[in-house]
């Protein structure tokens, strides 16, 4: 649930008087660089690809994963229903609209404080595992295929994310069952987004620049169409999408149980001027139970970089902290 704070501000969100007014400053684009590409199949065997999977997780925050086993027919029925849902009467996607108060349903993102920049898009969010604790109410019934087109998706990708955690613990130098242990049975939310065509695309913000405050998380382009831009050096760099790979971020609870080895890294999306853009973001978080710290083997030498907290604690700070850069981590860090 969101809590109080989060209720206060949003009875104080402000509209944009007009799309003008959404260009922003950016700092200059590099698109020469782009980030590295993994192949989960070599990660089975090769130690050379397990190192790459560990300089991208340190150096760059992304990765684009290639082979990682979830089958074309239940990604291609994916796309297919999430674009049948955007198509639908607004009338009818109210039905599932987002609630005062709440994080799941259907509409727009929340608009925080005087000068915030308006988030432009559609958004569908869905708590999606465990499936014990899915709100059903907010899961469309047309298309017809979409809960158990969802249900198969989410249990997939939650498969690459298991594995992922647990390589990566490997590389870390951590007991892997020290950390997939926090992740069992973790929970996992599902965000669609439909950004529209819009002509002043490159200055337009599809979602404000910040850090997601999840483990792992895997999206989609759902049609290729470029948007997704990540921060590096002070330059924002696109990301040209792989068909049918995942591109993988480390998000806040990974930097802070790796103890600031591995990075969560700033993105953002613009618009395309002629395209009209689809994605789907799988955040992976820990179970309930865990404690969001630095693990103990990783603060023996030089002690813990951030403090931990209950999910409980956590969960809090997220709301307090909002959609905003790397505010979670500001929050967290310990002052030496």
């Avoid at 990566?168 to 669609?192: C, I, S, W, Y």
């Avoid at 404000?208 to 921060?231: F, M, R």
């Amino acid at each position: 649930m969101v809590g109080e704070e989060m209720s206060k501000e949003l009875e104080s969100s402000l509209p944009v008087e007009n799309v003008q007014a959404l260009a922003s400053n950016n700092p200059l684009v590099d698109e020469s660089l782009q980030i590295p590409i993994i192949d989960m199949r070599k990660l089975m065997v090769e130690d050379d690809e397990m190192g790459k999977l560990h300089l991208a997780c340190k150096e760059w925050g992304f990765f684009q994963l290639i082979n990682h086993g979830v089958a074309e027919e239940v990604i291609e029925k994916m796309k297919v229903d999430l674009q049948e849902f955007f198509k639908l009467p607004l009338e009818e996607k109210n039905a599932y609209a987002r609630l005062p108060n709440g994080m799941e349903g259907y509409g727009q993102p929340y608009i925080f404080g005087q000068g915030r920049k308006l988030d432009w898009g559609d958004m569908f969010m869905l708590g999606s595992l465990p499936a014990s604790q899915r709100n059903m109410k907010f899961w469309p019934e047309n298309p017809s295929s979409f809960r158990a087109t969802l249900d198969k998706y989410s249990l997939e990708l939650q498969k690459v994310s298991t594995c992922l955690v647990k390589l990566m613990a490997k590389n870390l130098g951590n007991n892997p069952k020290h950390l997939t242990d926090m992740f069992e049975n973790g929970r996992q939310a599902v965000r669609m987004n439909y950004y529209p065509a819009c002509v002043n695309g490159s200055n337009v913000m599809g979602i404000t620049p910040h850090t997601d405050a999840s483990g792992l998380t895997l999206l989609l382009q759902v049609n290729e169409v470029q948007g997704l831009q990540i921060k590096r050096n002070g330059k924002w760099i696109p990301i040209t999408p792989i068909p049918g790979a995942f591109i993988v971020n480390i998000g806040d609870i990974i930097e802070v149980m790796s103890n600031g080895e591995y990075k969560s890294v700033e993105h953002k999306t613009v618009l395309n001027p002629e395209h009209e853009r689809f994605s789907i973001a799988a955040f992976h978080f820990p179970n309930v139970k865990a404690m969001i710290g630095p693990l103990q083997d990783l603060v023996k030498e030089n002690g813990a970089v951030y403090k931990t907290l209950s999910n409980d604690e956590f969960l809090g700070l997220f709301q307090k902290a909002k959609l905003d850069g790397k505010s979670i981590l500001y929050y967290m860090k310990l002052e030496n």
